[in-house]
């Protein structure tokens, strides 16, 4: 079906112009409706009144016209003349002929009436008058005739059809401003949801709607809303998954990596540190040679860099058991606190007395742990001091690592944790990879933040009472390493 309008008129102009005209009909019909009606009940009103004098006029013209006395008549005229609107008088007899006739200036159109003049309903007067007249209407003795003006009766409804005509418009007008008031309150949300839709098709994708000041706008924009934040949780579902792919990938060429090395490096680099160490016995090097110090301490390390892109590709299988993590951090913090006995870093530690009990694997969560550590004494340059603190509510033990560095960028904390990410200039970016994957394999969490004192201060999670089955689904889902 073809519109009314052209597409370029939208739905508010379209919805006003329809009330307008609905409006404006109505009010017109009506006002037509009740001027005509009012002008003829004015009107016969009107006739009555004229018609009730003409009649009063015939009955009290009885005797003058019997008697023949004009005098009597032209005052009964005269006091006709005297009434608004009456424009002349007109006294006959029976014959016709006029006994009294007087007028004056009046405005038109003009409109008359007549009434007989009959005799009073006696047996002596009709039987005389009809000796008398010689007629067949014995009772009808004269007639009168009363000429008045209409001038007054239109120029009224006139005024009345003027009045209505202005009630109307204005009444048109008051009930088109609310029309409006109301149309633009139900139009603006539609407007403000299709550029809230504009916006998020602009890139947008925080936006939402706002809600409107009905229960259907509300419906509308809760289902906008609602879709918008599927669409988000989506992308955000499609974004985690396309990240996992690719740490999966990642992992998959540390694999291949760390296999090639193991072949490739790894058992050449035992045989050079065999042949160093035969080298030193049958030449008698002495201990504190410099060269063949710096020589094995970069065997050292080599070795170091192998084993750790082995354990981060082939990671062991937990073996679990029950153990004091409260007890296992102090031997951690022991080790290194020897380590570092001659540089200037201090280690500040709280931790409570009471045991925390969790089935955990030793070797490995002091590993990851270690990491952390390390990551905090290296942010230090070996100086300054290492905060350490461990809280305990009901089945959560939390450690609070916090080293007093130059802290973290924002835009790194999301990749802090991805393997062979590092902002050091001989870090591998393993370490904290390695970290986050042992504590996701105990059931905790592990997560970064800028201190208020300055430097990075690092949060690990773990539970008691953990089983074997729950880890495993929390290594293949992959928890968040957020809070």
Request: hydrophobic share 40%.
């Amino acid at each position: 079906m073809k519109s009314l309008f052209p597409n370029r008129f939208g739905i508010h102009f379209r919805v006003l112009s329809v009330a307008v005209l609905l409006i404006s009909a109505t009010t017109f019909t009506m006002g037509y409706l009740g001027v005509t009606i009012i002008n003829q009940f004015v009107t016969h009103r009107f006739n009555q009144r004229i018609d009730f004098m003409a009649q009063y006029l015939a009955l009290n013209s009885e005797l003058g016209i019997l008697i023949g006395e004009k005098n009597l008549l032209r005052g009964l005229a005269d006091s006709m003349l005297k009434e608004d609107d009456i424009a002349g008088v007109d006294i006959m007899d029976h014959m016709g002929r006029i006994l009294v006739q007087v007028s004056r200036d009046h405005r038109g159109p003009f409109a008359s009436v007549e009434k007989k003049v009959y005799l009073s309903e006696t047996e002596e007067s009709a039987a005389w008058i009809s000796r008398l007249a010689g007629t067949r209407e014995a009772d009808l003795i004269g007639r009168v005739t009363v000429t008045y003006s209409v001038r007054g009766i239109k120029d009224l409804a006139g005024r009345m059809t003027a009045r209505f005509v202005y009630i109307a418009l204005a009444l048109t007008g008051l009930a088109c401003l609310i029309f409006y008031v109301m149309s633009r309150s139900l139009v603006s949300p539609l407007v403000s949801l299709a550029d809230t839709a504009r916006k998020v098709s602009s890139g947008n994708r925080t936006i939402r709607a706002a809600t409107g000041n009905t229960p259907e706008i509300n419906r509308l924009a809760d289902a906008f809303n609602d879709m918008l934040d599927s669409l988000a949780a989506g992308r955000r579902t499609l974004k985690q998954a396309y990240e996992k792919m690719a740490r999966q990938e990642t992992l998959a060429e540390v694999g291949k990596f760390s296999l090639m090395i193991a072949h490739e490096v790894k058992n050449p680099l035992g045989i050079i540190k065999s042949s160093l160490e035969m080298l030193k016995s049958d030449m008698k090097i002495p201990e504190d040679n410099m060269l063949m110090n710096y020589a094995e301490e970069e065997i050292v390390r080599l070795n170091t860099l192998i084993e750790s892109f082995l354990m981060f590709s082939r990671p062991a299988k937990p073996r679990f058991e029950t153990i004091d993590l409260n007890q296992m951090l102090e031997q951690i913090i022991m080790g290194f606190e020897i380590q570092h006995s001659t540089d200037g870093l201090q280690f500040q530690c709280k931790i409570p007395d009471t045991p925390f009990e969790a089935k955990v694997d030793f070797d490995l969560l002091s590993r990851g742990i270690g990491n952390i550590i390390k990551n905090a004494c290296e942010a230090n340059n070996k100086k300054g001091t290492v905060h350490i603190e461990v809280k305990i509510d009901r089945n959560k033990w939390q450690v609070f690592v916090t080293d007093q560095g130059k802290g973290i960028k924002e835009k790194d904390r999301q990749k802090i944790f991805e393997p062979f990410f590092t902002t050091k200039a001989t870090g591998t970016g393993l370490g904290l990879a390695f970290a986050d994957q042992v504590i996701k394999a105990h059931g905790g969490r592990i997560r970064v933040e800028n201190s208020e004192t300055g430097g990075c201060r690092f949060c690990i999670t773990l539970f008691s009472g953990i089983h074997d089955k729950l880890i495993e689904a929390l290594q293949e889902n992959g928890t968040d390493s957020g809070s």
